[in-house]
């Protein structure tokens, strides 16, 4: 593969919520890169923070949540630095959002194509009626709805269809970055199949990354190239899937996987016991280290690095550090 | 000498009657008079449960497939529109209350979201104390407490760690096994679990399938486990009936229909399920013409007719009955029409 351009560079994000009990490090010290028309995964389970870095990656992140410290370069240009009205414009053209349970916060009172106009006119002004339905209702059959979707109102589309309005919504004004969070969690096994494969022909023929976050690491293994497992608000893991499934590096990761009941052989399936831990009162050292398996002393002292053990496959884990030394 | 014989028929029937049956079961919803604005949620279901030896039987499908509504009939929260659900051989319609203890006894269910059951005012505690109460499981508190740490322990919770708690402070996959352990308390023959670990994480859904496996094989407890993920009842059926709109599209030993599925809903489900490694992905694409999915209309023929690619003419007339094509297999398609095998094979 050819060297791509990075189109989207965090570094070192933390992002805390502030609360009477304490801070809450949701995203604590994140850095990762997403090249230009590459599909990227952000893979964790609940609380690991996953949700609230795509929140920041669009400067959503409201109160009491504030954006600690670290750089989001979108294109070159850092977006945490830029005021207020410019990132309003970036949002939607530049980078786009199809938020969780997008489907359910689509208006009910307005037509799909009024919502869709909307996102049009805010960003390029007002413009004739008979232009805007042209485009919106070519833009709608790029997802595979039919022109009349343009006149309907949600509650008379599936939840597959709504989730499509919501993906043609992402693409409208051709960003560079579009940010999926769990789009299909809602939807039933084929619908979501449908939907993911619209998902990827867009990003595709748009030439746009996707960042694909969710905690399904199946939709995870079918659709992104590249993904990164989040822990506890940290990342543990980065790298190409196709090296990740076979030879996971971290110790979470090889866990997790060991976690997913498959089709193959019964019985074959192990959780892994205990908790996350709270995120107002994270361990000293390793934040995976209460329930690792391998864990040494040193873990329990010193936070790992995110390093790159092998080209491409970057892992925060003293046990691969341990064979660099 | 006729009355002995009597209670002696009773107490054989009473043995003899599988622990749950469905017969025939019906459920519509709508407007009655006319046929139209009716949805039908499940049509002419059958099933018998014989609770010995204990099995966990899957009921899976997509939403519309009527697997909630199963549920519900089955616990007695919906009555039929036709058919019969009987407990023990007393359909539950005629039940008196003392059948009905012995019902919610005996038949105990875990649903799906692990906060919803909880009252948040009161700590967790509660929801032993009631369960212990209502069916007088205990003669103190101290024995009370016994049996609930008991409970708490075989699913794998650490009593110190949950009494006095709030469902706040407990995540869901604690809340979910409180669950289990609640259910556990009555010691059932049979747990209605429906769509327990879907709204749980990965890993802690790993550890709560494997409570439910070792519930029935270390207590006897059988499960009907409603749910739509086909991996996870894969793992843990022994038997599988896969729904589709109200109807059972195929049924059996879930290890042989979900290697070799024989309706071609059931192989489109499976295909569809994203398997977590990128060497096997997703084969071909999937397309469903947006205008059916606006029209999908209640047929008289097989409900599957718009989405199936080897659709026939007969498939609009009449929808097809279950054919036995194995043993303990079942599959609702023409197709399979010829391919029968004897029961006595």
């Known amino acids: 593969m050819t060297e791509r351009k990075p189109i989207l560079k965090v570094k070192d994000l933390k992002v805390y919520y502030h609360t009477d009990r304490g801070s809450v490090r949701a995203v604590d010290g994140v850095s990762f890169t997403v090249h230009e028309g590459e599909s990227f995964g952000i893979v964790g389970e609940s609380g690991c923070g996953k949700s609230t870095m795509a929140m920041a990656l669009l400067r959503l992140v409201v109160s009491p949540g504030t954006i600690e410290g670290g750089q989001i370069f979108l294109d070159g240009t850092d977006i945490l630095t830029l005021d207020s009205e410019l990132v309003r414009k970036i949002r939607w053209s530049q980078i786009s959002f199809i938020p969780q349970g997008a489907m359910n916060s689509l208006n009910p009172v307005m037509r799909i194509g009024s919502q869709i106009a909307d996102v049009i006119t805010t960003h390029e002004g007002s413009q004739p009626e008979k232009v805007l339905r042209k485009r919106i209702q070519r833009l709608l059959s790029t997802v595979g709805l039919p022109h009349r979707v343009y006149r309907m109102y949600p509650h008379e589309l599936s939840g597959g269809m709504k989730q499509r309005v919501c993906i043609a919504m992402a693409k409208t004004l051709e960003p560079k970055v579009i940010i999926a969070d769990e789009p299909t969690s809602a939807l039933d096994v084929v619908v979501q199949r449908m939907v993911m494969q619209t998902l990827v022909d867009v990003q595709e023929r748009l030439g746009a990354a996707l960042i694909l976050i969710g905690h399904d690491m199946g939709i995870q293994a079918q659709v992104v190239h590249r993904q990164a497992v989040m822990y506890a608000g940290k990342i543990a893991e980065i790298g190409e899937v196709k090296t990740m499934y076979k030879n996971p590096l971290h110790p979470y990761t090889k866990l997790l996987i060991k976690s997913l009941p498959t089709l193959q052989l019964r019985h074959d399936f192990q959780g892994i016991p205990g908790l996350p831990p709270s995120l107002l009162n994270l361990p000293k050292g390793c934040v995976f280290s209460p329930r690792c398996p391998y864990v040494m002393e040193h873990c329990r002292e010193a936070i790992p690095k995110l390093v790159e053990i092998k080209p491409n496959h970057l892992v925060a884990c003293h046990l691969h550090s341990e064979v660099i030394r | 000498m006729s009355v002995q014989k009597e209670i002696q028929t009773n107490i054989l029937n009473q043995t003899?009657?599988?622990?749950?049956?469905?017969?025939?079961?019906?459920?519509?919803?709508?407007?009655?008079?006319?046929?139209?604005?009716?949805?039908?949620?499940?049509?002419?279901?059958?099933?018998?449960?014989?609770?010995?030896?204990?099995?966990?039987?899957?009921?899976?499908?997509?939403?519309?497939?009527?697997?909630?509504?199963?549920?519900?009939?089955?616990?007695?929260?919906?009555?039929?529109?036709?058919?019969?659900?009987?407990?023990?051989?007393?359909?539950?319609?005629?039940?008196?209350?003392?059948?009905?203890?012995?019902?919610?006894?005996?038949?105990?269910?875990?649903?799906?979201?692990?906060?919803?059951?909880?009252?948040?005012?009161?700590?967790?505690?509660?929801?032993?104390?009631?369960?212990?109460?209502?069916?007088?499981?205990?003669?103190?508190?101290?024995?009370?407490?016994?049996?609930?740490?008991?409970?708490?322990?075989?699913?794998?919770?650490?009593?110190?760690?949950?009494?006095?708690?709030?469902?706040?402070?407990?995540?869901?996959?604690?809340?979910?096994?409180?669950?289990?352990?609640?259910?556990?308390?009555?010691?059932?023959?049979?747990?209605?679990?429906?769509?327990?670990?879907?709204?749980?994480?990965?890993?802690?859904?790993?550890?709560?399938?494997?409570?439910?496996?070792?519930?029935?094989?270390?207590?006897?407890?059988?499960?009907?486990?409603?749910?739509?993920?086909?991996?996870?009842?894969?793992?843990?059926?022994?038997?599988?009936?896969?729904?589709?709109?109200?109807?059972?599209?195929?049924?059996?030993?879930?290890?042989?229909?979900?290697?070799?599925?024989?309706?071609?809903?059931?192989?489109?489900?499976?295909?569809?399920?994203?398997?977590?490694?990128?060497?096997?992905?997703?084969?071909?694409?999937?397309?469903?013409?947006?205008?059916?999915?606006?029209?999908?209309?209640?047929?008289?023929?097989?409900?599957?007719?718009?989405?199936?690619?080897?659709?026939?003419?007969?498939?609009?007339?009449?929808?097809?009955?279950?054919?036995?094509?194995?043993?303990?297999?079942?599959?609702?398609c023409y197709l399979c029409k010829g391919r029968e095998i004897d029961d006595d094979a």
């Open chain 2, 16 to 332: 003899q009657a599988p622990l749950l049956e469905v017969c025939n079961l019906t459920k519509s919803f709508g407007s009655g008079l006319l046929q139209r604005g009716q949805k039908v949620a499940l049509e002419n279901f059958s099933i018998s449960i014989q609770g010995s030896p204990p099995k966990i039987i899957s009921i899976a499908g997509e939403s519309g497939s009527g697997k909630t509504t199963l549920a519900r009939l089955i616990l007695g929260f919906l009555t039929p529109t036709q058919g019969e659900v009987r407990f023990r051989g007393k359909n539950l319609k005629m039940m008196d209350q003392k059948s009905w203890q012995t019902f919610r006894r005996e038949v105990q269910a875990v649903f799906q979201d692990p906060y919803g059951v909880y009252n948040p005012f009161y700590p967790v505690d509660r929801v032993f104390e009631i369960v212990i109460r209502k069916f007088h499981l205990a003669k103190n508190r101290q024995e009370s407490r016994h049996i609930t740490e008991e409970a708490l322990v075989i699913v794998g919770l650490r009593p110190d760690e949950i009494f006095g708690k709030y469902p706040h402070q407990l995540s869901g996959g604690q809340r979910q096994r409180l669950m289990l352990a609640r259910a556990f308390l009555l010691k059932p023959k049979l747990i209605i679990a429906d769509e327990p670990v879907s709204m749980i994480d990965a890993s802690m859904r790993a550890i709560i399938l494997r409570i439910m496996m070792d519930l029935k094989d270390n207590f006897g407890i059988s499960f009907l486990y409603i749910t739509h993920d086909l991996s996870t009842a894969f793992q843990i059926s022994d038997d599988i009936i896969i729904l589709y709109e109200g109807w059972v599209a195929e049924s059996g030993d879930a290890e042989i229909v979900i290697k070799g599925p024989k309706h071609p809903y059931v192989q489109l489900l499976v295909g569809s399920i994203p398997i977590p490694d990128p060497e096997q992905p997703w084969q071909g694409r999937v397309e469903l013409p947006p205008e059916e999915e606006l029209e999908m209309d209640t047929l008289r023929g097989c409900k599957f007719y718009h989405r199936c690619p080897y659709k026939m003419g007969m498939c609009l007339k009449n929808p097809p009955p279950l054919y036995n094509i194995g043993l303990n297999h079942l599959a609702s």
